[in-house]
Protein backbone atom coordinates (compact mmCIF):
# COMPACT_ATOMS: atom_id res chain seq x y z
CA UNK A 1 0.00 0.00 0.00
CA UNK A 2 3.24 2.37 0.81
CA UNK A 3 4.48 1.87 -2.23
CA UNK A 4 0.99 2.12 -4.02
CA UNK A 5 0.82 5.98 -2.13
CA UNK A 6 4.61 6.23 -3.35
CA UNK A 7 4.25 5.88 -7.00
CA UNK A 8 0.62 7.84 -7.05
CA UNK A 9 2.58 11.03 -5.44
CA UNK A 10 5.44 10.34 -7.64
CA UNK A 11 2.97 10.93 -10.64
CA UNK A 12 1.60 13.67 -8.64
CA UNK A 13 5.16 15.76 -8.83
CA UNK A 14 6.00 14.61 -11.88
CA UNK A 15 2.96 16.13 -13.62
CA UNK A 16 2.26 18.75 -11.20
CA UNK A 17 3.07 21.87 -13.77
CA UNK A 18 0.78 21.09 -16.43
CA UNK A 19 -2.01 20.16 -13.82
CA UNK A 20 -1.74 23.74 -12.06
CA UNK A 21 -1.69 25.26 -15.65
CA UNK A 22 -5.17 23.66 -16.12
CA UNK A 23 -6.46 24.66 -13.18
CA UNK A 24 -5.04 28.18 -13.58
CA UNK A 25 -6.82 28.93 -16.57
CA UNK A 26 -9.92 26.85 -15.78
CA UNK A 27 -10.08 29.21 -12.14
CA UNK A 28 -9.47 32.98 -13.83
CA UNK A 29 -11.98 32.14 -16.80
CA UNK A 30 -14.60 30.95 -14.42
CA UNK A 31 -14.21 32.51 -10.91
CA UNK A 32 -12.27 35.32 -10.75
CA UNK A 33 -10.80 37.23 -13.79
CA UNK A 34 -7.65 38.91 -11.58
CA UNK A 35 -5.69 36.25 -10.80
CA UNK A 36 -4.42 35.27 -14.14
CA UNK A 37 -2.82 38.86 -14.74
CA UNK A 38 -1.82 38.30 -11.08
CA UNK A 39 -0.24 34.50 -11.94
CA UNK A 40 1.54 36.55 -15.51
CA UNK A 41 3.06 39.01 -13.49
CA UNK A 42 4.37 36.83 -10.69
CA UNK A 43 5.67 35.05 -12.88
CA UNK A 44 7.53 37.81 -15.04
CA UNK A 45 8.72 38.65 -11.79
CA UNK A 46 10.14 35.57 -10.02
CA UNK A 47 11.69 34.49 -13.41
CA UNK A 48 14.97 36.03 -13.22
CA UNK A 49 14.65 35.24 -9.12
CA UNK A 50 14.24 31.86 -10.17
CA UNK A 51 16.95 31.52 -12.74
CA UNK A 52 19.31 32.80 -9.77
CA UNK A 53 18.15 30.36 -7.42
CA UNK A 54 18.83 27.89 -10.24
CA UNK A 55 22.65 28.69 -10.91
CA UNK A 56 23.44 29.09 -7.30
CA UNK A 57 21.59 25.47 -6.63
CA UNK A 58 24.14 23.85 -9.09
CA UNK A 59 26.66 24.59 -7.20
CA UNK A 60 25.72 23.71 -3.39
CA UNK A 61 26.03 20.64 -1.79
CA UNK A 62 22.68 19.78 -0.32
CA UNK A 63 22.09 17.76 2.49
CA UNK A 64 20.46 14.75 2.80
CA UNK A 65 16.32 15.48 4.33
CA UNK A 66 14.69 12.84 5.72
CA UNK A 67 10.64 13.85 5.11
CA UNK A 68 10.39 12.68 9.21
CA UNK A 69 13.26 15.86 10.32
CA UNK A 70 11.64 17.98 7.91
CA UNK A 71 8.27 17.34 9.85
CA UNK A 72 9.72 17.71 13.18
CA UNK A 73 11.72 21.08 12.15
CA UNK A 74 8.63 22.80 10.46
CA UNK A 75 6.52 21.53 13.64
CA UNK A 76 9.06 23.30 15.74
CA UNK A 77 8.67 26.74 13.83
CA UNK A 78 5.07 26.69 13.85
CA UNK A 79 4.45 26.28 17.77
CA UNK A 80 6.65 29.13 18.01
CA UNK A 81 4.88 31.25 15.40
CA UNK A 82 1.69 29.73 17.39
CA UNK A 83 3.04 31.02 20.41
CA UNK A 84 3.83 34.47 19.05
CA UNK A 85 0.32 35.14 17.52
CA UNK A 86 -0.69 34.09 21.35
CA UNK A 87 0.78 36.75 22.61
CA UNK A 88 0.62 39.39 19.74
CA UNK A 89 -3.37 38.82 18.82
CA UNK A 90 -4.86 39.77 22.11
CA UNK A 91 -6.21 42.61 21.05
CA UNK A 92 -7.17 41.51 17.63
CA UNK A 93 -11.03 40.77 17.69
CA UNK A 94 -10.80 39.15 14.36
CA UNK A 95 -8.06 35.91 15.87
CA UNK A 96 -8.66 33.30 17.67
CA UNK A 97 -6.61 34.40 20.10
CA UNK A 98 -8.49 37.82 21.29
CA UNK A 99 -8.68 38.43 24.91
CA UNK A 100 -11.20 41.03 25.83
CA UNK A 101 -10.10 41.75 29.03
CA UNK A 102 -6.76 42.65 28.13
CA UNK A 103 -8.13 44.48 24.55
CA UNK A 104 -10.27 46.89 25.79
CA UNK A 105 -7.84 48.04 29.06
CA UNK A 106 -7.06 51.71 28.84
CA UNK A 107 -3.69 52.44 28.61
CA UNK A 108 -2.41 54.89 26.53
CA UNK A 109 -5.50 56.83 26.18
CA UNK A 110 -4.99 57.08 30.59
CA UNK A 111 -1.89 59.05 29.99
CA UNK A 112 -3.09 61.18 27.37
CA UNK A 113 -6.20 61.76 29.79
CA UNK A 114 -3.81 62.24 32.63
CA UNK A 115 -2.13 64.59 30.73
CA UNK A 116 -5.59 66.45 30.02
CA UNK A 117 -6.25 66.57 33.50
CA UNK A 118 -3.27 68.61 34.44
CA UNK A 119 -3.37 70.91 31.39
CA UNK A 120 -6.73 71.96 32.19
CA UNK A 121 -5.73 72.30 36.24
CA UNK A 122 -3.06 74.94 34.93
CA UNK A 123 -4.91 76.71 32.87
CA UNK A 124 -7.86 76.88 35.59
CA UNK A 125 -6.14 77.57 38.71
CA UNK A 126 -2.90 78.99 37.06
CA UNK A 127 -1.88 82.44 35.50
CA UNK A 128 -2.81 83.74 32.72
CA UNK A 129 -1.11 83.26 29.53
CA UNK A 130 -0.66 85.04 26.55
CA UNK A 131 -2.38 82.77 23.51
CA UNK A 132 -1.18 81.92 20.59
CA UNK A 133 -2.06 84.29 17.55
CA UNK A 134 -1.90 83.93 14.10
CA UNK A 135 -0.41 86.43 11.97
CA UNK A 136 -2.25 89.11 10.47
CA UNK A 137 -3.73 88.30 7.03
CA UNK A 138 -2.72 84.48 7.18
CA UNK A 139 -5.47 81.67 6.76
CA UNK A 140 -5.56 78.48 9.23
CA UNK A 141 -4.03 75.52 7.90
CA UNK A 142 -6.98 73.52 10.10
CA UNK A 143 -9.80 74.35 11.49
CA UNK A 144 -11.18 71.95 13.76
CA UNK A 145 -15.10 72.08 14.90
CA UNK A 146 -16.26 69.95 18.07
CA UNK A 147 -19.37 69.91 19.07
CA UNK A 148 -20.65 69.09 22.44
CA UNK A 149 -23.76 68.18 24.60
CA UNK A 150 -24.22 68.03 27.83
CA UNK A 151 -24.19 64.20 29.24
CA UNK A 152 -25.38 62.53 31.89
CA UNK A 153 -22.51 61.39 33.47
CA UNK A 154 -19.43 63.07 32.96
CA UNK A 155 -18.48 65.88 30.01
CA UNK A 156 -15.24 64.83 27.84
CA UNK A 157 -15.17 67.85 26.28
CA UNK A 158 -12.00 69.26 28.28
CA UNK A 159 -9.84 66.14 27.32
CA UNK A 160 -10.97 66.25 23.88
CA UNK A 161 -9.72 69.99 23.80
CA UNK A 162 -6.52 69.33 26.21
CA UNK A 163 -5.15 67.00 23.92
CA UNK A 164 -5.51 68.72 20.70
CA UNK A 165 -3.44 71.12 21.71
CA UNK A 166 -1.04 70.14 24.55
CA UNK A 167 2.20 68.88 23.14
CA UNK A 168 1.48 71.52 19.77
CA UNK A 169 4.51 74.00 19.06
CA UNK A 170 3.51 77.81 19.20
CA UNK A 171 4.24 77.45 15.55
CA UNK A 172 1.80 74.59 14.96
CA UNK A 173 -0.93 76.06 17.19
CA UNK A 174 -1.10 79.47 15.13
CA UNK A 175 -2.08 77.06 12.19
CA UNK A 176 -5.13 76.01 13.82
CA UNK A 177 -8.76 77.26 14.81
CA UNK A 178 -10.23 75.78 16.81
CA UNK A 179 -14.00 75.74 17.53
CA UNK A 180 -16.08 74.42 20.32
CA UNK A 181 -20.16 74.50 20.19
CA UNK A 182 -21.99 74.41 23.13
CA UNK A 183 -24.78 72.93 21.72
CA UNK A 184 -27.21 72.59 24.76
CA UNK A 185 -30.14 74.78 23.94
CA UNK A 186 -29.33 76.74 27.32
CA UNK A 187 -25.83 77.09 27.35
CA UNK A 188 -25.60 77.11 31.26
CA UNK A 189 -26.65 73.49 31.27
CA UNK A 190 -23.68 72.38 29.61
CA UNK A 191 -20.36 72.35 32.62
CA UNK A 192 -17.85 74.15 30.07
CA UNK A 193 -20.03 76.87 29.85
CA UNK A 194 -18.31 80.30 31.63
CA UNK A 195 -15.24 77.69 32.48
CA UNK A 196 -11.88 79.96 32.97
CA UNK A 197 -10.50 77.08 30.72
CA UNK A 198 -12.59 77.44 27.58
CA UNK A 199 -11.35 80.83 26.54
CA UNK A 200 -7.67 79.45 26.83
CA UNK A 201 -8.02 76.25 24.96
CA UNK A 202 -10.33 77.81 22.03
CA UNK A 203 -10.03 80.34 19.06
CA UNK A 204 -14.10 80.29 19.49
CA UNK A 205 -16.82 79.31 21.62
CA UNK A 206 -20.44 79.15 20.05
CA UNK A 207 -23.37 78.81 22.13
CA UNK A 208 -27.38 79.04 21.70
CA UNK A 209 -29.31 81.98 21.58
CA UNK A 210 -32.96 80.50 22.23
CA UNK A 211 -36.20 82.02 23.30
CA UNK A 212 -35.49 85.56 25.18
CA UNK A 213 -32.15 84.39 26.06
CA UNK A 214 -29.22 86.58 25.36
CA UNK A 215 -25.62 86.00 25.80
CA UNK A 216 -24.59 88.57 28.66
CA UNK A 217 -21.60 90.90 28.35
CA UNK A 218 -18.30 88.61 28.06
CA UNK A 219 -15.28 89.78 29.79
CA UNK A 220 -12.44 91.16 28.00
CA UNK A 221 -10.52 88.03 25.86
CA UNK A 222 -13.72 86.29 25.85
CA UNK A 223 -13.84 83.94 22.50
CA UNK A 224 -17.45 83.10 23.31
CA UNK A 225 -20.13 83.88 21.04
CA UNK A 226 -24.33 83.18 20.60
CA UNK A 227 -25.96 82.23 17.32
CA UNK A 228 -29.90 81.60 16.99
CA UNK A 229 -30.73 78.11 17.91
CA UNK A 230 -33.12 77.77 14.88
CA UNK A 231 -30.39 77.55 12.33
CA UNK A 232 -32.39 77.22 9.28
CA UNK A 233 -34.74 80.16 10.49
CA UNK A 234 -36.96 77.24 9.79
CA UNK A 235 -37.79 75.32 12.99
CA UNK A 236 -35.78 73.10 14.59
CA UNK A 237 -37.30 69.94 16.03
CA UNK A 238 -36.03 67.48 18.78
CA UNK A 239 -35.43 64.69 17.10
CA UNK A 240 -31.10 63.75 17.84
CA UNK A 241 -30.70 63.17 14.52
CA UNK A 242 -31.60 66.29 13.32
CA UNK A 243 -29.65 68.37 15.82
CA UNK A 244 -27.23 66.18 15.57
CA UNK A 245 -26.96 67.27 11.50
CA UNK A 246 -27.39 71.40 12.56
CA UNK A 247 -24.66 71.18 15.36
CA UNK A 248 -22.11 69.79 12.73
CA UNK A 249 -23.54 72.29 10.11
CA UNK A 250 -22.78 74.86 12.86
CA UNK A 251 -18.99 74.34 12.89
CA UNK A 252 -18.71 73.77 9.65
CA UNK A 253 -20.11 77.06 8.88
CA UNK A 254 -17.29 78.68 11.79
CA UNK A 255 -14.39 76.89 10.05
CA UNK A 256 -15.61 77.45 6.24
CA UNK A 257 -15.50 81.33 7.17
CA UNK A 258 -12.02 81.06 8.39
CA UNK A 259 -10.59 80.10 4.65
CA UNK A 260 -8.88 76.77 6.33
CA UNK A 261 -7.38 74.51 4.18
CA UNK A 262 -9.20 71.52 5.89
CA UNK A 263 -11.91 71.08 8.09
CA UNK A 264 -11.92 68.56 11.08
CA UNK A 265 -15.13 67.64 12.61
CA UNK A 266 -14.04 66.25 15.78
CA UNK A 267 -16.44 64.66 18.78
CA UNK A 268 -16.37 65.44 21.61
CA UNK A 269 -15.43 62.17 22.76
CA UNK A 270 -11.82 61.40 22.02
CA UNK A 271 -8.22 61.57 23.35
CA UNK A 272 -5.25 62.63 20.93
CA UNK A 273 -2.03 60.43 20.36
CA UNK A 274 0.80 63.27 21.30
CA UNK A 275 2.14 63.26 17.30
CA UNK A 276 -1.63 63.56 15.67
CA UNK A 277 -0.60 66.65 14.06
CA UNK A 278 2.67 65.70 12.78
CA UNK A 279 1.23 62.69 11.29
CA UNK A 280 -1.78 64.33 10.29
CA UNK A 281 0.20 66.85 8.46
CA UNK A 282 2.63 63.96 6.65
CA UNK A 283 0.13 61.83 5.80
CA UNK A 284 -2.78 64.70 4.32
CA UNK A 285 0.34 65.67 1.61
CA UNK A 286 0.69 62.03 1.09
CA UNK A 287 -3.15 61.88 -0.32
CA UNK A 288 -2.73 64.68 -2.35
CA UNK A 289 0.66 64.33 -3.32
CA UNK A 290 -1.23 60.54 -5.02
CA UNK A 291 -4.30 62.66 -6.46
CA UNK A 292 -1.72 65.47 -8.15
CA UNK A 293 0.11 62.48 -9.52
CA UNK A 294 -2.74 60.97 -10.84
CA UNK A 295 -5.47 64.43 -12.19
CA UNK A 296 -7.67 61.84 -13.62
CA UNK A 297 -8.37 59.36 -10.35
CA UNK A 298 -11.40 60.09 -8.75
CA UNK A 299 -11.14 63.18 -6.03
CA UNK A 300 -11.24 62.14 -1.83
CA UNK A 301 -14.33 63.21 0.37
CA UNK A 302 -12.66 62.50 3.69
CA UNK A 303 -9.80 61.70 5.67
CA UNK A 304 -10.17 59.67 8.72
CA UNK A 305 -8.07 60.01 11.95
CA UNK A 306 -10.53 57.34 13.60
CA UNK A 307 -11.28 54.02 13.14
CA UNK A 308 -13.19 51.37 15.10
CA UNK A 309 -11.24 48.50 14.56
CA UNK A 310 -13.86 45.99 15.55
CA UNK A 311 -14.38 45.83 11.94
CA UNK A 312 -11.45 45.43 9.97
CA UNK A 313 -11.22 41.60 10.17
CA UNK A 314 -12.07 38.95 7.82
CA UNK A 315 -14.94 39.80 6.06
CA UNK A 316 -16.99 37.05 4.07
CA UNK A 317 -17.71 39.77 1.48
CA UNK A 318 -13.78 39.37 0.61
CA UNK A 319 -13.79 35.96 0.35
CA UNK A 320 -12.80 36.39 -3.02
CA UNK A 321 -9.58 38.93 -2.43
CA UNK A 322 -8.52 35.75 0.32
CA UNK A 323 -8.83 32.90 -2.22
CA UNK A 324 -6.60 35.22 -5.08
CA UNK A 325 -3.84 35.71 -2.20
CA UNK A 326 -4.28 31.80 -1.43
CA UNK A 327 -4.09 30.78 -4.89
CA UNK A 328 -0.66 33.05 -5.05
CA UNK A 329 0.95 31.99 -2.25
CA UNK A 330 0.31 28.21 -3.45
CA UNK A 331 1.84 29.00 -6.61
CA UNK A 332 5.06 30.64 -5.67
CA UNK A 333 5.38 28.17 -3.48
CA UNK A 334 5.22 25.61 -6.34
CA UNK A 335 7.51 27.81 -8.34
CA UNK A 336 10.47 27.43 -5.38
CA UNK A 337 9.39 23.66 -4.92
CA UNK A 338 9.89 22.60 -8.73
CA UNK A 339 13.45 24.76 -9.38
CA UNK A 340 14.54 23.25 -6.11
CA UNK A 341 13.74 19.60 -7.02
CA UNK A 342 15.31 20.06 -10.46
CA UNK A 343 19.05 21.33 -8.86
CA UNK A 344 18.65 18.72 -6.12
CA UNK A 345 19.66 16.28 -7.28
CA UNK A 346 23.00 17.02 -8.91
CA UNK A 347 24.60 18.08 -5.50
CA UNK A 348 22.89 15.24 -3.46
CA UNK A 349 23.44 12.32 -6.11
CA UNK A 350 26.42 13.01 -7.44
CA UNK A 351 28.45 13.94 -3.80
CA UNK A 352 26.82 10.34 -2.19
CA UNK A 353 27.20 7.96 -5.22
CA UNK A 354 24.48 5.98 -2.82
CA UNK A 355 21.14 7.07 -3.24
CA UNK A 356 19.27 6.12 -6.24
CA UNK A 357 17.18 8.31 -8.41
CA UNK A 358 14.41 6.33 -7.13
CA UNK A 359 15.02 6.75 -3.47
CA UNK A 360 15.58 10.39 -4.01
CA UNK A 361 11.91 10.54 -6.11
CA UNK A 362 9.75 9.12 -3.60
CA UNK A 363 11.31 11.58 -1.07
CA UNK A 364 10.64 14.13 -3.52
CA UNK A 365 7.38 12.96 -3.35
CA UNK A 366 6.72 12.99 0.00
CA UNK A 367 8.07 15.96 0.25
CA UNK A 368 5.80 17.46 -1.94
CA UNK A 369 2.93 15.98 -0.36
CA UNK A 370 4.13 17.72 3.23
CA UNK A 371 4.42 20.88 1.92
CA UNK A 372 1.49 21.31 -0.35
CA UNK A 373 -0.62 18.84 1.89
CA UNK A 374 0.26 19.73 5.17
CA UNK A 375 2.90 22.90 5.71
CA UNK A 376 0.98 25.23 3.50
CA UNK A 377 -2.68 24.65 4.86
CA UNK A 378 -0.73 25.39 8.66
CA UNK A 379 0.53 28.16 8.14
CA UNK A 380 -2.43 29.69 6.41
CA UNK A 381 -5.02 28.12 9.28
CA UNK A 382 -2.66 30.20 10.94
CA UNK A 383 -1.86 33.23 9.10
CA UNK A 384 -6.28 33.85 9.68
CA UNK A 385 -5.80 32.46 13.00
CA UNK A 386 -3.57 35.54 14.14
CA UNK A 387 -6.69 37.97 12.86
CA UNK A 388 -5.93 40.90 10.45
CA UNK A 389 -5.54 43.59 11.89
CA UNK A 390 -1.91 42.10 13.97
CA UNK A 391 -0.90 40.46 10.48
CA UNK A 392 -1.45 44.04 8.97
CA UNK A 393 0.75 45.22 11.78
CA UNK A 394 3.42 42.20 11.04
CA UNK A 395 3.87 43.41 7.28
CA UNK A 396 6.72 45.07 6.15
CA UNK A 397 4.55 46.91 3.66
CA UNK A 398 2.48 47.85 6.76
CA UNK A 399 4.44 51.03 7.56
CA UNK A 400 2.65 53.99 9.25
CA UNK A 401 1.23 56.30 7.11
CA UNK A 402 -2.28 55.67 4.85
CA UNK A 403 -4.69 53.70 4.17
CA UNK A 404 -7.61 53.90 1.39
CA UNK A 405 -10.83 52.38 3.19
CA UNK A 406 -13.70 52.04 0.89
CA UNK A 407 -15.39 49.68 2.98
CA UNK A 408 -15.62 49.43 7.34
CA UNK A 409 -15.03 52.93 8.33
CA UNK A 410 -16.39 53.46 11.56
CA UNK A 411 -16.78 56.31 12.96
CA UNK A 412 -17.39 59.58 13.31
CA UNK A 413 -14.89 60.77 15.55
CA UNK A 414 -12.89 62.39 13.73
CA UNK A 415 -12.81 63.26 9.57
CA UNK A 416 -11.09 65.89 7.95
CA UNK A 417 -12.79 67.82 5.00
CA UNK A 418 -11.07 69.41 2.30
CA UNK A 419 -12.34 72.96 1.62
CA UNK A 420 -13.78 72.34 -2.10
CA UNK A 421 -16.30 69.85 -0.60
CA UNK A 422 -17.70 72.01 2.95
CA UNK A 423 -20.50 73.98 0.62
CA UNK A 424 -21.94 70.64 -0.72
CA UNK A 425 -21.51 68.81 2.83
CA UNK A 426 -23.18 71.82 4.54
CA UNK A 427 -26.15 71.95 2.08
CA UNK A 428 -26.42 67.91 2.76
CA UNK A 429 -26.43 68.64 6.58
CA UNK A 430 -29.22 71.38 6.52
CA UNK A 431 -31.71 69.89 4.04
CA UNK A 432 -34.62 67.98 5.39
CA UNK A 433 -35.47 64.87 5.60
CA UNK A 434 -33.58 64.22 8.81
CA UNK A 435 -33.49 60.73 8.67
CA UNK A 436 -30.09 59.69 8.53
CA UNK A 437 -27.26 60.76 10.62
CA UNK A 438 -24.58 62.91 8.85
CA UNK A 439 -21.57 59.97 8.78
CA UNK A 440 -24.41 57.61 6.96
CA UNK A 441 -24.87 60.20 4.41
CA UNK A 442 -21.16 60.85 3.77
CA UNK A 443 -21.11 57.46 2.60
CA UNK A 444 -23.82 57.83 0.09
CA UNK A 445 -22.39 60.90 -1.38
CA UNK A 446 -18.95 59.49 -1.89
CA UNK A 447 -20.52 55.93 -3.33
CA UNK A 448 -22.43 58.38 -6.18
CA UNK A 449 -19.78 60.51 -6.58
CA UNK A 450 -17.32 57.94 -6.30
CA UNK A 451 -15.08 59.83 -4.23
CA UNK A 452 -12.13 57.77 -2.19
CA UNK A 453 -11.97 57.91 1.46
CA UNK A 454 -8.43 57.64 3.23
CA UNK A 455 -7.51 56.53 6.95
CA UNK A 456 -4.32 57.67 9.14
CA UNK A 457 -3.01 54.55 10.18
CA UNK A 458 -2.48 53.85 12.90
CA UNK A 459 -5.13 55.65 14.25
CA UNK A 460 -4.29 59.36 16.49
CA UNK A 461 -7.63 59.01 17.94
CA UNK A 462 -8.77 56.61 20.46
CA UNK A 463 -12.97 56.90 21.55
CA UNK A 464 -13.29 57.28 25.25
CA UNK A 465 -16.54 57.95 25.58
CA UNK A 466 -17.27 54.59 26.77
CA UNK A 467 -19.46 54.94 30.15
CA UNK A 468 -22.15 57.05 28.04
CA UNK A 469 -22.88 52.93 27.00
CA UNK A 470 -26.97 52.78 28.84
CA UNK A 471 -26.54 48.71 27.92
CA UNK A 472 -22.85 48.46 28.54
CA UNK A 473 -22.04 47.27 24.54
CA UNK A 474 -20.72 50.70 23.27
CA UNK A 475 -17.08 49.63 24.48
CA UNK A 476 -17.21 46.54 22.07
CA UNK A 477 -18.01 49.00 19.56
CA UNK A 478 -16.18 51.72 18.77
CA UNK A 479 -12.38 51.07 20.16
CA UNK A 480 -8.85 51.30 18.08
CA UNK A 481 -6.62 48.83 19.63
CA UNK A 482 -3.88 50.26 18.36
CA UNK A 483 -3.81 53.06 19.38
CA UNK A 484 -3.55 51.87 23.03
CA UNK A 485 -0.05 50.56 22.26
CA UNK A 486 1.39 53.24 21.40
CA UNK A 487 3.90 54.66 24.40
Not at 64 to 77: C, G, S
Not at 147 to 166: E, G, I, M
Not at 459 to 485: A, C, I, M, P, Y
Amino acid sequence: MALQLQNIAIMLVDNVSPTVQTIANTLTDKVYPTVQASAHLLANKMQPTMQTIAIMSANVKYPTIRPKHANAAFLAVWLILALYCYSNSYDDPSSIFFNEKLAFRERFSLVRTTNAEHLIEVLTYGPPTPKIERLPGTKPFLCIGVPSVARNTVSFLPQTLATLVDTLTDEERSTIHLVTLLADQDPKDHPAYEAPWLDRLVDEAIVYSAGNWTLPPQPEGSVTRAIPYDVRQAGRGTERVENMRLDHSVVLDACRSTGAQYFALVEDDIVASRDWFTRFKAGIADVEQRKASHPKAPDWLYFRLFYSEIFMGWNSEEWLGYSRVIFEFYVLALVVFLVLRRTWPAASLGAQGKRTVTTYRHTSAWMAALVFGLWLPALIVLYFAAGRVSTHRMTPWSSDGVREMPNYGCCAQGLVFPQRHLDMIHDMLVTPPFNFPGDMMLEDVARDKQLKKWALEPSVFQHVGLKESSDGTQRKEVWNFSFERQQ
